[in-house]
């Protein structure tokens, strides 16, 4: 009986070695990141702000991967929308505006979500399949 790592390495390497495994995976990792950022835009415009989409991109990616090594529950969120308050600020978003964007991208992108999440895992339950 295999390990939970070894089995793990197992298939990660078998991804790795296929062409279409790892096309697939940058592709939709990168769909992703302009979906992100593209949520983001429409965050920031539905305040009458705007910003450039590209510099609106780098600074997710960047300010995304500080916020994720943040060591505490939830922290990745909270620095997440500092730092994206403060580099939009930067950029010339007004402050307020800066700060409510990045509030309501973190209620659409973390919160929401859950909602349909919610009703699809009772269904599942009722199901039986959990």
């Known amino acids: 009986m295999a390990t939970p790592a070894k089995s793990a390495a197992t298939t990660v390497w078998a ?8 096309a697939l995976m940058l592709i939709g990792n990168s769909l992703a990141t302009l979906m992100s950022a ?13 910003v450039n ?11 995304g991967s500080i916020a994720s090594l943040v060591p505490i529950p939830g922290g990745g969120a ?5 730092g994206m308050s403060g580099a939009l600020a930067a ?7 800066a700060v409510a964007a990045a509030l309501i991208n973190q209620l659409v992108v973390s919160y929401l979500p859950a ?11 009722r199901a039986d399949y959990l």
Not at 91 to 97: M, N, R, S
Not at 115 to 125: C, E, R, S, V, Y
């Open 115 to 125: 909602i349909p999440g919610w009703f699809a895992t009772q269904d599942l339950l």
């Open 53 to 63: 989409f590209w510099a609106l991109l780098s600074l997710n990616i960047v300010i």
């Open 91 to 97: 950029a010339g978003v007004p402050i307020e505006t």
């Open 15 to 22: 991804a790795v070695r296929s062409p279409r495994c790892v």
């Open 78 to 82: 909270a620095v997440s929308s500092v």
């Open 38 to 50: 593209a949520v983001y835009m429409a965050c920031i415009v539905a305040f009458g702000a705007s």
